[in-house]
């Protein structure tokens, strides 16, 4: 079992910048890959980034490439997704999620464990 609480999330600006942190405890095998997933109203829930627990990155969604930078620090137990240069349109719940295995690393699917969310909101 895996349990996942995310925090940081708030209201901002676009092209202003916030960081959500997942904090992470349970079985490490279960937690092997980490992932950082968002959902808008009326929209599906769709990947944004994903990462091994040997901090290999292996997915970043293409409409977040060099605004979104995900982290992991194992020695804090702490999942990150560092987020500048926001747009509108990144307003979404923000869930961290867990799997034991990473398979492509962007769908919903493939990851067992997540948080309750924390909610980004940029306006214009």
């Known amino acids: 079992q895996v349990q996942l609480v995310e925090s940081g999330g708030g209201s901002v600006q676009a092209v202003g910048s916030l960081r959500l942190s997942c904090a992470v405890s349970?079985?490490?095998?279960?937690?092997?890959?980490m992932a950082w997933f968002r959902q808008a109203p009326g929209k599906g829930r769709e990947g944004v980034a994903s990462i091994y627990t040997n901090t290999t990155i292996r997915y970043l969604a293409d409409p977040v490439k060099g605004r979104l930078t995900i982290s992991l620090d194992n020695a804090k137990n702490t999942l990150y997704l560092q987020m500048n240069s926001l747009k509108p349109e990144d307003t979404s719940m923000y869930y961290c999620a867990a799997s034991p295995r990473c398979g492509s690393g962007r769908f919903r699917a493939e990851f067992a464990y997540w948080g309750q969310g924390t909610q980004v909101t940029v306006s214009a």
């Open positions: 349970g079985d490490t095998y279960s937690r092997y890959c």
